[in-house]
């Protein structure tokens, strides 16, 4: 069984296709890169039947604040705080309070900040949702970023491996620190899926439907094809926030990825495990 075989069976889709649309639709997350929170509040009420979570990151929240995390939240949606918090343990940690108790479904630090700091971080948010009884975010790590080259990974951080040997040990320390998952890109997907096994989640950005322009993120797949390789949640932005009709481009961008995965899916299964799941 192939490593998207691995993430569906067990966790993504259902037992049947007639499920496909609703699965598929809780793994797509819009970046909500824009630049006012009444565009970004719209965007969320009318993307909604599309869309399962949205992507609050520097620009809108340094614009709106929390406020616009709380309003999303209001309104049904969920939320990514895409901080990507690089810090001292203590500072990061204190940081992480506050996403705990504005209630968002996942957040983000980079790796890069060690260990020491991943730990700290869940250690301390473990308990204190325990404690608070509020929600326990998915905590994940950041590796590379999805604009940046193996060569410039080597020539402006002196980082003497390559791009996937980087993020690989990257993804390990998240994991080996507890973390839920990481964010990389879907060229990665599958040998992390054999670093950290098929629990550890996999968020993909730097997706762009196969009807959209490439833009400044130069490691790119559709969105089907990330699924297909094991992403759990994919990040689209721009696409969908630009377009024309944004509600006609995620429903065509939710199309895309049922259609395309659910073939996918099948000829990436073995006749077992198609037999299984065609007998539910």
Not at 85 to 95: L, R
Not at 190 to 208: H, K, N, S
Request: overall charge neutral; hydrophobic content about 40%; glycine content about 10%.
């Amino acid at each position: 069984m192939g490593y998207y075989s691995v993430a569906l069976t067990g966790r993504v889709i259902g037992s049947r296709c007639a499920d496909h649309e609703d699965m598929m639709k809780n793994k797509v997350c819009i970046a909500l890169d824009v630049d006012s929170p009444e565009k970004a509040l719209d965007l969320a009420r009318r993307l909604t039947p599309w869309v399962g979570v949205f992507k609050v990151g520097f620009q809108l929240f340094t614009r709106a604040g929390p406020d616009i995390v709380r309003a999303i939240i209001r309104e049904g949606g969920e939320v990514f705080l895409d901080l990507k918090y690089h810090d001292i343990p203590n500072t990061v940690v204190s940081a992480a309070r506050e996403a705990l108790g504005l209630g968002v479904r996942m957040f983000n630090v980079h790796c890069s900040g060690g260990s020491r700091m991943m730990r700290a971080l869940v250690e301390t948010l473990t308990r204190e949702a325990r404690e608070t009884g509020k929600p326990m975010p998915l905590l994940l790590g950041v590796t590379v970023l999805t604009s940046f080259t193996e060569g410039e990974l080597q020539s402006d951080l002196l980082i003497p491996l390559s791009l996937e040997d980087y993020v690989v040990h990257l993804a390990k320390l998240a994991r080996e620190a507890g973390m839920g998952g990481v964010v990389c890109s879907a060229e990665e997907i599958e040998p992390i899926r054999r670093a950290c096994g098929p629990d550890f989640v996999l968020v993909t950005p730097g997706i762009r439907p196969a009807w959209a322009a490439r833009g400044d993120q130069r490691r790119v797949v559709t969105p089907a094809d990330a699924l297909c390789r094991g992403a759990d949640y994919i990040v689209v932005g721009r696409p969908i926030t630009e377009a024309k009709d944004p509600e006609e481009a995620a429903r065509r961008l939710l199309l895309e990825i049922t259609s395309g995965t659910c073939e996918g899916w099948r000829e990436g299964m073995s006749r077992t495990d198609q037999e299984s799941v065609r007998r539910g």
